[in-house]
C-alpha cells in the first residue's frame, strides 16, 4: 500500500493469478512470483516453466486448492472428499472412508461457519 501511495518501488514475493507466469502449471492457480509494486499497482515477473520436478509438486497441491474451490462454488459435499482424497498426506495416512468421517466431522465442527454442502 506504501508504495502504491508514494510511488517509491518496492519488491515484493506476491500471490497472484498465474495467467501465464509460471507457464507449466495452471493458469488459473495463485502463483508466488516477484513483484515489483509502485504507483501502477502490482506487477508480477514473468517466470517461465519451473523444473518438471517442482513443478509436479507444487500441481499436487494446486490440484487440491482448485478442488476446494470447486466445493465451495458449488456448495458440493463430494467435491470436498475429492479434494482432500487427492491431498498427498491425507491419502497416504486415511482410508477412503476415513477420509470421508473425518471432512463430516470437521463440517459439522465448524456448524454456522459453514454454508449447507449437499
Known amino acids: ?17 498465474n495467467n501465464g ?11 508466488e512470483v516477484p ?3 509502485d504507483k501502477s499497482g502490482i ?4 517466470i517461465g516453466d519451473l523444473p ?21 462454488r458449488t456448495l458440493k459435499k463430494d467435491y470436498i472428499y475429492q479434494a482432500v482424497m487427492m491431498d498427498p498426506h491425507a491419502s497416504s495416512e486415511l482410508s ?12 459439522a465442527a465448524h456448524g454456522d461457519w459453514l454454508p449447507k454442502y449437499h
Open 52 to 72: 518438471e520436478q517442482c513443478a509436479a509438486l507444487n500441481r499436487t497441491n494446486i490440484n487440491v486448492q482448485l478442488l476446494t474451490i470447486e466445493a465451495a
Open 96 to 107: 477412503i472412508d476415513d477420509i470421508v468421517a473425518m471432512c463430516d466431522d470437521l463440517i
Open 1 to 17: 500500500m506504501e508504495a502504491m501511495e508514494t510511488n517509491v518501488p518496492t519488491k515484493i514475493g506476491g500471490n497472484v493469478l
Open 21 to 31: 507466469l509460471i507457464t507449466n502449471l495452471p493458469r488459473n492457480a495463485c502463483v
Open 35 to 37: 513483484c515489483l509494486v
Open 43 to 46: 506487477q508480477p515477473t514473468y
